[in-house]
Protein backbone atom coordinates (compact mmCIF):
# COMPACT_ATOMS: atom_id res chain seq x y z
CA UNK A 1 0.00 0.00 0.00
CA UNK A 2 0.45 3.42 -0.28
CA UNK A 3 1.87 4.22 -3.94
CA UNK A 4 2.45 7.66 -5.13
CA UNK A 5 3.03 7.86 -9.08
CA UNK A 6 4.62 10.50 -11.40
CA UNK A 7 4.11 11.05 -14.75
CA UNK A 8 5.93 11.50 -16.86
CA UNK A 9 9.15 9.69 -15.83
CA UNK A 10 11.59 11.79 -18.50
CA UNK A 11 10.49 14.65 -20.21
CA UNK A 12 12.47 17.05 -22.79
CA UNK A 13 11.04 20.05 -23.59
CA UNK A 14 12.37 22.91 -25.67
CA UNK A 15 12.70 26.52 -23.51
CA UNK A 16 9.94 28.16 -23.69
CA UNK A 17 7.44 25.51 -23.58
CA UNK A 18 5.02 24.49 -20.37
CA UNK A 19 5.56 21.30 -18.68
CA UNK A 20 3.08 19.26 -16.56
CA UNK A 21 3.60 17.10 -14.21
CA UNK A 22 1.25 14.55 -12.29
CA UNK A 23 1.34 13.52 -9.01
CA UNK A 24 -1.08 10.15 -7.61
CA UNK A 25 -1.65 8.48 -4.73
CA UNK A 26 -2.81 4.87 -5.87
CA UNK A 27 -4.14 3.39 -2.98
CA UNK A 28 -4.91 6.15 -0.44
CA UNK A 29 -6.29 10.04 0.11
CA UNK A 30 -3.62 12.93 0.49
CA UNK A 31 -4.72 15.91 2.23
CA UNK A 32 -1.20 17.01 1.14
CA UNK A 33 0.80 16.63 -1.12
CA UNK A 34 4.80 18.39 -1.46
CA UNK A 35 6.89 19.50 -4.02
CA UNK A 36 10.50 19.08 -3.82
CA UNK A 37 13.03 19.51 -6.26
CA UNK A 38 16.78 17.69 -6.85
CA UNK A 39 20.09 18.71 -8.71
CA UNK A 40 22.82 16.42 -8.66
CA UNK A 41 24.27 15.03 -6.12
CA UNK A 42 22.03 17.42 -3.32
CA UNK A 43 19.53 16.99 -0.92
CA UNK A 44 15.82 17.72 -1.78
CA UNK A 45 14.35 21.08 -1.93
CA UNK A 46 10.89 21.67 -0.76
CA UNK A 47 9.23 24.15 -3.47
CA UNK A 48 5.85 23.89 -2.02
CA UNK A 49 3.03 22.05 0.01
CA UNK A 50 -0.54 21.95 -1.40
CA UNK A 51 -3.32 21.05 0.40
CA UNK A 52 -6.38 19.24 -1.65
CA UNK A 53 -8.84 22.51 -2.59
CA UNK A 54 -7.03 25.20 -1.76
CA UNK A 55 -3.75 27.65 -3.02
CA UNK A 56 -0.76 26.10 -2.76
CA UNK A 57 2.18 27.17 -0.03
CA UNK A 58 5.44 28.04 -1.70
CA UNK A 59 8.86 28.49 0.03
CA UNK A 60 10.90 31.49 0.28
CA UNK A 61 12.53 32.20 -3.03
CA UNK A 62 10.42 29.79 -5.01
CA UNK A 63 8.27 31.68 -7.93
CA UNK A 64 4.63 30.81 -7.94
CA UNK A 65 3.93 32.12 -11.28
CA UNK A 66 6.36 30.28 -12.90
CA UNK A 67 5.52 26.61 -11.19
CA UNK A 68 1.88 26.58 -10.70
CA UNK A 69 0.57 23.90 -8.47
CA UNK A 70 -3.34 22.33 -8.59
CA UNK A 71 -4.21 19.87 -6.29
CA UNK A 72 -7.73 19.36 -7.64
CA UNK A 73 -8.23 16.22 -5.54
CA UNK A 74 -7.58 13.66 -3.21
CA UNK A 75 -5.41 11.71 -5.31
CA UNK A 76 -4.08 14.35 -7.93
CA UNK A 77 -1.69 16.81 -8.07
CA UNK A 78 0.20 18.45 -10.82
CA UNK A 79 3.25 21.19 -11.13
CA UNK A 80 3.55 22.56 -14.06
CA UNK A 81 6.51 24.40 -15.09
CA UNK A 82 6.37 27.51 -17.40
CA UNK A 83 8.37 29.16 -20.26
CA UNK A 84 10.58 26.66 -19.24
CA UNK A 85 14.33 26.92 -19.54
CA UNK A 86 17.51 24.82 -19.30
CA UNK A 87 18.12 26.48 -15.22
CA UNK A 88 15.11 24.80 -14.90
CA UNK A 89 16.44 21.17 -15.53
CA UNK A 90 16.34 19.07 -12.53
CA UNK A 91 14.70 16.05 -10.97
CA UNK A 92 11.49 16.78 -9.41
CA UNK A 93 9.66 14.71 -6.85
CA UNK A 94 6.23 14.98 -5.29
CA UNK A 95 5.41 12.86 -2.08
CA UNK A 96 1.97 12.45 -0.54
CA UNK A 97 0.79 12.65 3.51
CA UNK A 98 -0.41 11.73 5.64
CA UNK A 99 0.22 8.01 4.98
CA UNK A 100 -2.73 5.85 5.67
CA UNK A 101 -0.52 4.40 8.91
CA UNK A 102 1.48 7.31 10.31
CA UNK A 103 -0.12 10.75 10.66
CA UNK A 104 3.17 12.22 9.51
CA UNK A 105 4.30 10.01 6.94
CA UNK A 106 5.10 11.24 3.71
CA UNK A 107 5.23 9.14 0.86
CA UNK A 108 7.20 9.37 -2.50
CA UNK A 109 6.92 9.43 -6.04
CA UNK A 110 10.11 8.36 -8.40
CA UNK A 111 10.51 11.15 -9.93
CA UNK A 112 10.04 13.38 -13.39
CA UNK A 113 13.53 14.47 -14.87
CA UNK A 114 13.01 17.70 -16.82
CA UNK A 115 15.51 18.46 -19.39
CA UNK A 116 14.93 21.88 -20.70
CA UNK A 117 16.94 22.61 -23.99
CA UNK B 1 16.11 27.90 12.47
CA UNK B 2 15.92 24.23 11.03
CA UNK B 3 19.09 22.17 10.06
CA UNK B 4 19.80 18.75 9.21
CA UNK B 5 23.40 17.81 8.48
CA UNK B 6 25.30 14.34 7.75
CA UNK B 7 28.21 13.49 6.67
CA UNK B 8 28.29 12.79 2.57
CA UNK B 9 30.05 9.76 2.14
CA UNK B 10 30.35 6.67 3.44
CA UNK B 11 32.54 3.29 2.03
CA UNK B 12 32.10 -0.31 3.79
CA UNK B 13 33.59 -4.07 2.65
CA UNK B 14 30.29 -6.26 1.90
CA UNK B 15 29.35 -7.82 4.79
CA UNK B 16 30.14 -5.02 7.68
CA UNK B 17 28.15 -3.07 9.51
CA UNK B 18 27.54 0.30 8.44
CA UNK B 19 26.91 3.37 10.46
CA UNK B 20 25.29 6.81 8.84
CA UNK B 21 24.86 10.11 11.18
CA UNK B 22 23.01 12.94 11.13
CA UNK B 23 22.54 16.10 13.52
CA UNK B 24 19.37 18.06 13.97
CA UNK B 25 18.76 21.44 15.88
CA UNK B 26 14.91 21.64 16.49
CA UNK B 27 14.13 20.60 19.36
CA UNK B 28 10.72 19.98 18.77
CA UNK B 29 11.14 17.48 16.40
CA UNK B 30 8.81 14.71 16.72
CA UNK B 31 9.06 12.47 13.94
CA UNK B 32 12.73 11.05 12.74
CA UNK B 33 12.85 9.47 9.63
CA UNK B 34 15.70 7.35 7.29
CA UNK B 35 14.97 7.77 3.48
CA UNK B 36 17.05 5.85 0.99
CA UNK B 37 16.74 6.86 -2.97
CA UNK B 38 18.84 4.55 -5.79
CA UNK B 39 20.14 6.23 -8.28
CA UNK B 40 17.10 8.07 -10.77
CA UNK B 41 14.51 6.94 -8.29
CA UNK B 42 12.83 8.83 -5.74
CA UNK B 43 12.97 8.35 -1.81
CA UNK B 44 12.10 5.01 -0.07
CA UNK B 45 11.45 5.13 3.48
CA UNK B 46 13.12 2.56 5.46
CA UNK B 47 12.33 3.41 9.03
CA UNK B 48 11.04 6.31 11.53
CA UNK B 49 11.27 6.99 15.25
CA UNK B 50 9.57 8.94 17.22
CA UNK B 51 10.99 11.54 19.32
CA UNK B 52 10.26 9.91 22.57
CA UNK B 53 11.95 6.86 21.80
CA UNK B 54 15.84 6.21 21.80
CA UNK B 55 15.75 3.02 19.83
CA UNK B 56 13.94 0.90 17.22
CA UNK B 57 15.39 -2.19 15.41
CA UNK B 58 13.66 -3.08 12.15
CA UNK B 59 15.51 -6.48 10.87
CA UNK B 60 19.21 -5.48 9.55
CA UNK B 61 18.21 -1.57 10.55
CA UNK B 62 18.77 0.00 14.29
CA UNK B 63 18.26 3.57 14.51
CA UNK B 64 19.66 5.43 17.69
CA UNK B 65 18.29 8.86 18.92
CA UNK B 66 20.14 11.06 21.20
CA UNK B 67 17.94 13.56 21.71
CA UNK B 68 19.91 15.62 24.49
CA UNK B 69 22.69 15.55 21.67
CA UNK B 70 20.15 16.03 18.59
CA UNK B 71 21.94 12.99 17.24
CA UNK B 72 20.25 10.19 14.79
CA UNK B 73 22.09 7.48 13.53
CA UNK B 74 21.15 4.12 11.18
CA UNK B 75 23.10 1.81 11.58
CA UNK B 76 23.01 -1.31 8.88
CA UNK B 77 23.88 -4.66 10.11
CA UNK B 78 25.29 -6.97 7.05
CA UNK B 79 25.34 -4.86 4.40
CA UNK B 80 24.99 -5.67 1.32
CA UNK B 81 26.25 -4.47 -2.60
CA UNK B 82 22.35 -4.01 -2.62
CA UNK B 83 22.62 -1.19 -0.06
CA UNK B 84 24.18 1.25 -2.21
CA UNK B 85 22.89 4.28 -2.26
CA UNK B 86 22.34 7.80 -1.11
CA UNK B 87 20.97 7.72 2.51
CA UNK B 88 18.84 10.82 3.87
CA UNK B 89 17.67 11.49 7.19
CA UNK B 90 15.13 14.17 7.85
CA UNK B 91 12.76 15.68 10.55
CA UNK B 92 9.09 16.83 10.87
CA UNK B 93 7.67 19.08 12.99
CA UNK B 94 4.03 19.46 14.59
CA UNK B 95 3.25 22.35 12.89
CA UNK B 96 2.98 21.10 8.95
CA UNK B 97 4.18 17.50 8.38
CA UNK B 98 7.16 19.85 6.24
CA UNK B 99 9.99 17.27 6.07
CA UNK B 100 13.33 18.71 6.77
CA UNK B 101 16.08 16.59 4.97
CA UNK B 102 19.69 16.25 5.01
CA UNK B 103 22.16 16.46 2.79
CA UNK B 104 21.91 12.82 2.45
CA UNK B 105 25.31 10.26 2.79
CA UNK B 106 26.38 8.37 -0.26
CA UNK B 107 27.14 4.87 1.32
CA UNK B 108 29.31 2.68 -0.96
CA UNK B 109 29.55 -1.21 -0.28
CA UNK B 110 32.63 -2.86 -1.89
CA UNK B 111 32.78 -6.53 -2.81
Known amino acids: GAVVSQHPSRVICKSGTSVKIECRSLDFQATTMFWYRQFPKQSLMLMATSNEGSKATYEQGVEKDKFLINHASLTLSTLTVTSAHPEDSSFYIC?????????????FGPGTRLTVT | GEDVEQSLFLSVREGDSSVINCTYT??????LYWYKQEPGAGLQLLTYIFSNMDMKQDQRLTVLLNKKDKHLSLRIADTQTGDSAIYFCAETTPQGGKLIFGQGTELSVKP
Open chain 2, 26 to 31: DSSSTY
Open chain 1, 95 to 107: SAGPGPRLVYEQY
